[in-house]
Every structure is written in structure tokens, then in C-alpha cells.
DNA sequence: ATCCCGAGGG
DNA sequence: CCCTCTGGAT
């Protein structure tokens, strides 16, 4: 098992995103974990700022799995538009409702496993309830981290799965999740997808990826 | 016009 | 692997 580099290094760049994202772990604050599964499932492709414009109404109107499983269909889909493929999430939901109804006595299930089967839960989703909603620690390779994967020595394919195994080892398990939400962010405020702006970035001595134009 | 803090399906 | 599904931000 060879890490591409050393815990220390590891460590070290990611007090420095800690220093410039202060804030970063605070991104979802919801009560319950029924809350937090919901919200995150509307989060697909699509920024807090418009899952929170919604959230508040909608847990009044669909407080528990019982709500959310005989809804109106349309009208659901009317309360979540705005935060984007609104019919799949809509549908995604009234099912996820029923299946913790039907196999969870109404409960979020607290494994991964069963978090994944949840219709429209995928690995990302089951990981961000599983840190937020319980605490337990799940590293979050998304998109943005991938892109980042090159800073921390990874090679531009790695899987996401090996990347996720080498920063778990490289990681303290207490900040596996902290350290996942300051990777996403980071890459979605700096290291942008066609163009990272490096001028601002704290990582940017020995980056591969300072100087880069846009790839295509 | 173009890009998203994804999931499901072919 | 590829594609589709959406509105909103920029």
C-alpha cells in the first residue's frame, strides 16, 4: 500500500484550507437526520443556498417519513423545483419515505449499505448523512475532490475508491468528515473546474495544477 | 452559452 | 463507459 504522500504533508495542506475555509463544516445544519437526508438528497447538482430556500416549508409540510411517503406527487414536485431535476427527486422522495416506513420502522438507517439502497441515495449522499447526521466518519469523493487529487500526488485517473481508502489512511478518522466538506469546498471556491484561480490559493507551491489553461 | 457539492439506467 | 434529468448562477 503506497500513499502518494506523507500523512504529514497530508496534514499540512489541509490546516491550510481549515485556515482559509473557517466555516466550511458549518455548509448543512439541519435538526434530524430525516431532515438532513432529505435536504441532501434535494442537494444533487445544485447549491445550499437553494436547498435552504426550501427546506423550511417543506419540513413543515412533510415533517417525517409518513408525510413524505403518501404526498401529492405534483405538489411535492412543485415544492422542490426550484432546486433542479425536480421530478426524479420528487419521486426519489415519496419512495425513500415508503422504504423507511416499510424497512426502517420510520428511522434513518445508520449504515451504509442500507443508506445506498434509499432511492436516489448514492454514495455521496450516504456518506454526508452518515457524518453529519451520526458522526460517523465517511471520506466524500466527489467531482471537485477528484480534481484535487492531483495536489495530494494522486495521479489524474486514480479511482475514486482508492483515492477515498488512501485518504482515510492519510486522514485522523476524528476529521474524515471536516476534511471532506474543506476538500469539496475548496474545490468548488478556487480549484474550479475549467479555470482554478491560484493566485489566491494557499496550496499553490508545488501544485501541478498552477499555470494550467483551460484543457480544451 | 455553460457549468453545477449526483443518481440511475443503458 | 455513456447518457439523461433540471433550474439557477454567472
Sequence with gaps: M?????QKKAL????RLYRLYPHAHCALNYRTPFQLLVATILSAQCTDKRVNKVTESLFEKYPDPQALACADLPTLELDIRSTGF??????????????LLERHG???PTSLEELV?????????????LGNAFGIPGM???THVKRLAR?????????PEKIEQDLCLLLPRE??????????WHGRELCKAPVPLCSCCPLQEDCPRVGVVRAR
Design 12 to 15: 499540512a495542506l489541509l490546516y
Design 106 to 108: 420510520g428511522q434513518v
Design 175 to 184: 476529521h474524515w468528515v471536516q476534511s471532506a466538506h474543506l476538500l469539496i
Design 117 to 129: 439502497r434509499l432511492p436516489g441515495v448514492g454514495r455521496k449522499t450516504a456518506n454526508v448523512v
Design 151 to 159: 495536489r495530494f500526488g494522486w495521479t489524474v485517473n486514480e479511482t
Design 140 to 142: 466524500v469523493v466527489d
Design 86 to 99: 425536480y421530478r426524479n427527486k420528487a419521486t426519489n422522495l415519496v419512495l425513500c419515505g415508503q422504504r
Design 2 to 6: 503506497k500513499l502518494p504522500v506523507s
